[in-house]
């Protein structure tokens, strides 16, 4: 992968906070990114929502991928620098079934509907911290008309794919966005919501507010929208602008 970066004297650490859609792509694109740069990254992953509260507990940082929601609502709170968000991927939600089980018709509202209901427990992430199973269980299942007969059966995940609990047998179907189903051995993504029910979550970076290296910050959010590193993003099921 091609990427200069200007001379800096000395190395920087750099920490990043991103939301966990975007663990794919980052984990490949980062130790290129330090092999070009000879900066370090960490990175914690985790929900919007706890990455929310993080920054509202003051947690240090110098980069922070969220949802463009998140990213609006952190500002607004003096969490991250002014003006400093850039986009960098979009995702949709899709679905996902045990490896080897029947795959099922999801390409109607209606069909999607019916694979709800037969399921024995369906996952999807805690409508409380993350993007998708908000929109899943606050959009979707009120506009199927289904949302007391899914929730009575759901299995919340709090962190991770809620893939999980397909691939150990604990649900039938997960639902999250699909950039953290595919990387998940066990299962098959059977596809995308239908469009009358997706919805399409793009995630930005933003300084952090207390950023110690903004500077080095800036140079991993111009590599991460080079025409190389979008094209990790698409192989990883985002689409980057």
Do not use: C
């Amino acid at each position: 992968m091609l990427f200069t970066v200007p001379f800096i004297a000395l190395a920087a650490e750099i920490k990043l906070l991103s939301a966990g859609a975007l663990t794919q792509p980052l984990n490949a694109l980062i130790p290129e990114f330090e092999r070009a740069s000879e900066h370090r990254v960490t990175i914690v992953y985790g929900t919007a929502g706890t990455l929310r509260g993080m920054l509202e507990k003051g947690e240090a940082a110098d980069l922070v991928v969220l949802p463009v929601e998140g990213i609006v609502d952190a500002e607004k709170h003096g969490w991250l620098q002014p003006d400093s968000r850039v986009d960098l991927a979009s995702v949709g939600i899709g679905v996902a079934v045990r490896k080897g089980a029947r795959v099922p018709d999801i390409s109607t509202p209606e069909a999607f509907k019916r694979v709800l209901l037969d399921a024995r427990s369906v996952a999807y992430v805690d409508p409380t911290r993350g993007t998708s199973g908000r929109h899943f269980d606050t959009v979707v299942l009120p506009t199927l008309g289904i949302a007391t007969e899914v929730r009575v059966k759901a299995k919340l995940q709090t962190e991770g794919s809620a893939a999980e609990f397909v691939r150990s047998g604990e649900a039938d179907v997960a639902i999250q966005q699909i950039s953290e189903l595919l990387p998940v051995d066990g299962v098959t993504v059977v596809g995308l919501l239908p469009n009358s029910l997706q919805k399409i979550t793009t995630y930005s970076a933003a300084l952090a507010t207390r950023s110690t290296a903004s500077d080095p910050a800036r140079q991993l959010v111009a590599f991460l929208i080079t025409p190389t590193s979008k094209a990790v993003f698409k192989a990883k099921g985002m689409d980057a602008p």
